[in-house]
């Protein structure tokens, strides 16, 4: 069966500092892979999506940004967080079918 | 602009009384709908999902009514627990788009005693 792991599950990071969080996928293989992000009481909003190795959709222009340097590793990065980028992130998979599975999440304060 | 449009925002609901959530959309090309419950803390769970071809799913407690010419859609919970406090969201994908969704703004569901 499929999995898809999130870490960390919690980071406090001073306004900014570096940020990156991964998220990777066990039991398929070349999936699409998504990062959204949840703010407190919100919707998702859809940040990135990726069809395949390299392979980047940015959705909003943001001080974020994605890598997928491995089959089902995917990397959400910024190089200096802002007090607005404090939220739920969200990891998602999908392959073959349209269905989402997403990842337990990963809850980042941004001081 | 929002596409997916999703009422209530919130829900009170006694136990044992049916939870109705809905949803509309506008883009004719969204081919599939499912609906995602969402517990404190977590990530979204699929709960049931549908397709246009469709006017019901019924999963359990959980059914999704389709109208495709009104282009609405919504999940009724029978019988509805304590269990089911959460919050739901409706999504809507588009034909060809790398299985990309648009969300509803969700609703909590409080079921109370």
Redesign the interface.
Known sequence: SQTIHQWPATLVQPVGSPLSLECTVEGTSNP?L?WYRQAA????Q?LF?S?GIGQI?SEVPQNLSASRPQDRQFILSSKKLLLSDSGFY?C?W?GG?????????T?LLVL | QQQVKQSPQSLIVQKGGISIINCAYENTAF??F?W?QQFP??????LI?IRPDVSEKKEGRFTISFNKSAKQFSLHIMDSQPGDSATY?CAA?KTGT????T????T?LQVTL
Do not use: C, I, M
């Open positions: 699409n998504y009481g919100r919707g998702l859809l999506y069809v959709s969200l998602a999908s079918s349209e269905t989402q599975y997403f990842g337990p999440g809850r | 081919d599939y499912p995602y803390g977590k990530g979204p769970a699929l999902a969201f994908r790398a299985s990309k969704l969300f509803g703004t969700g909590r």
